[in-house]
């Protein structure tokens, strides 16, 4: 005779593989990260701080 199951950590067990797999969908449906984005943001003001101090003044 085998050992006993505890379905209840089955269903835990199926649930979070469950969510797992979304979160993984999830995350290569709608980009980067949090620091990703702040890192990118960074970069886009100072570009645009760069390109506002070099423009002539007419």
């Known amino acids: ?3 006993p199951i505890n379905l ?3 269903k835990k067990e199926r649930n979070r593989a469950s969510r797992k ?3 993984d969908e999830n995350a290569v ?11 990118i943001k960074a970069r886009l003001e ?3 701080r760069n390109l506002e101090a ?3 003044d007419t």
């Open 54 to 56: 070099h423009k002539r």
């Open 1 to 3: 005779m085998s050992a």
């Open 29 to 39: 449906k709608f980009g980067q990260s949090k620091p990703q984005k702040d890192v």
């Open 46 to 48: 100072q570009i645009s």
């Open 21 to 23: 797999a979304r979160a």
């Open 8 to 10: 209840n950590k089955v």
